[in-house]
C-alpha cells in the first residue's frame, strides 16, 4: 500500500474538528501505533475537548453492556444528539470475537453521521489502554459529540477506572446477583453514580433490586450524598426502561450542573488529574528506560541486584535521586 502524502498537523486538526471521520479513525489509528507526530495532533485538539458529556458504561462480561450502549445511542440519536462511543473489550486482539461482536450490535449506527464508535482491545495500544481510551475520548470530544458512552468490563483496575471517571457512571448487573455482589461490594457500589439491573425480563430482578437498595442503605447509613445513586431497571435486549433510564442519566447531568456546576467542575478536576498523573507516571517510566539504554546501566544494576550487592528498593530509589532533582522527603 502506498503511503498517503504527509499532511500537516494543522490540517489534520482543521479536519478532525470539522468532524471529519476518516481524519478521526486515522488518528486514533495512529496513536495506537505510536506514530510520531499523533500526539502532537491530541495537543492541538486538546483545548477544543471538555464540552461532552461522558458516560461509564461497566458491568461483567455478558449483562448486556453493549446491548444497553446500542439502545442508549438510538435514544439519544432520537433526541438528536450526537453521540461517541469507546468499547474496552477483554477479547484478544488475535481472536477479536467479542470486538466483532460489538460492532455487529452497534452496526446499524454504522451510517449515521451523528455517531461514531471505537473498539479498543485491551493489548496492543501505545501508551498503554487507558491512555488509548482517554485519546479516544478527546479526540470525539473535540470532535463536538455530544454524549460519550465509555463501555468497559468491570473487572481490571484499569478498566473499572476508565468508566469510573466519567462523569455519569452506570453500573450494569442483572438478576441474581451472585459473584456481581462481591464486585459490587468489593469497590464497584462506590464509583456508580446509577445501578441497572439488565435483564429484569429474568426471575429476581425486583430481589435484586432490593438487595442493591439495601447495600446504598447501608453505604449511606450516616450521611446523606448529594446524590444518591439511583437503581433502574431495563430490558435492553426490547428497548425496555432505557427512556427512563436516560432520563436518570440526564437527570445526574443536570444534578452535575446546579449551582453554578461546583460538582462538574470537580468530576472535571477528577479526570484531568486522572489523566495527568498517568501520563506522568508513563512519561517517566520511559524517560528513565531510554536513559538506562543509553550507557547499558540497566544491565549492571540488574547483576548488582542478581548478586545482592544492593537491592532492587535501593537501587530503584538511588537512580531517582540521580535522574530526577529535588525531592528532599523520604518518599519510601
Ligand atoms: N434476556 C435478556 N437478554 C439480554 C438483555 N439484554 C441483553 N441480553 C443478551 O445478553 C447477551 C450479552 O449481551 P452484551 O450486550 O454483549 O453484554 P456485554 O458483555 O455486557 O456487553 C446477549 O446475548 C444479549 O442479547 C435483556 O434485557 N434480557
Ligand atoms: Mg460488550
Given amino acids: 500500500m502506498k503511503d498517503a502524502p504527509m499532511e500537516s498537523t494543522q490540517d489534520i486538526v482543521t479536519r478532525i474538528l470539522a468532524g471529519e471521520v476518516r481524519a478521526a479513525a486515522r488518528l486514533m489509528r495512529d496513536l495506537d501505533d505510536g506514530v510520531p507526530g499523533a500526539r502532537e495532533v491530541l495537543k492541538h485538539l486538546y483545548p477544543q475537548s471538555g464540552q461532552a458529556h461522558i458516560v461509564g458504561i461497566t458491568g461483567s462480561p455478558g449483562v448486556g453492556k453493549s446491548t444497553l450502549t446500542d439502545r442508549l445511542i438510538q435514544h439519544l440519536r432520537n433526541q438528536e444528539h450526537t453521540v461517541g462511543v469507546v468499547a474496552v473489550d477483554p477479547t484478544s486482539p488475535f481472536s477479536g470475537g467479542a470486538i466483532l461482536g460489538d460492532r455487529i450490535r452497534m452496526q446499524r449506527h454504522a451510517t449515521d453521521e451523528g455517531v461514531f464508535i471505537r473498539s479498543l482491545a485491551t493489548r496492543g495500544h501505545f501508551g498503554g489502554l487507558t ?42 448487573t442483572v438478576p441474581g446477583l451472585g459473584d456481581d455482589i462481591q464486585a459490587l461490594k468489593a469497590g464497584l457500589l462506590e464509583v456508580a453514580d446509577i445501578l441497572v ?74 479526570r484531568v488529574r486522572q489523566e495527568f498523573l498517568e ?44 535522574t530526577l532533582p529535588g525531592d528532599d522527603s523520604n518518599t519510601s
Fill in 197 to 270: 439491573v439488565n435483564k429484569a425480563d429474568r426471575e429476581g430482578a425486583e430481589r435484586t433490586q432490593q438487595d442493591l437498595l439495601a447495600m446504598l442503605d447501608l453505604r449511606f447509613a450516616k450521611e446523606t450524598p448529594a446524590w444518591m445513586p439511583r437503581i433502574y431497571l431495563t430490558q435492553a435486549k426490547r428497548d425496555e426502561g432505557i427512556s427512563e433510564l436516560l432520563a436518570g442519566i440526564q437527570e445526574h447531568q443536570a444534578y452535575l450542573s446546579r449551582e453554578g456546576g461546583e460538582n462538574l467542575r470537580a468530576a472535571r478536576l477528577e
Fill in 279 to 322: 501520563l506522568m507516571k508513563e512519561g517517566i517510566y520511559h524517560h528513565l528506560v531510554s536513559l538506562l539504554r543509553q550507557d547499558d546501566r540497566l544491565q549492571a544494576i540488574l547483576e548488582d541486584i542478581l548478586d545482592r550487592r544492593t537491592d532492587p528498593y535501593t537501587a530503584c530509589e538511588t537512580l531517582i535521586a540521580q
Fill in 131 to 172: 491512555a488509548s481510551a482517554r485519546a479516544v475520548l478527546t479526540v470525539l470530544d473535540a470532535m463536538g459529540k455530544d454524549y460519550l458512552l465509555v463501555e468497559t468490563v468491570g473487572v481490571g483496575q484499569d478498566e473499572v477506572e476508565i468508566a469510573a471517571t466519567a462523569y455519569t457512571t452506570l453500573v450494569v
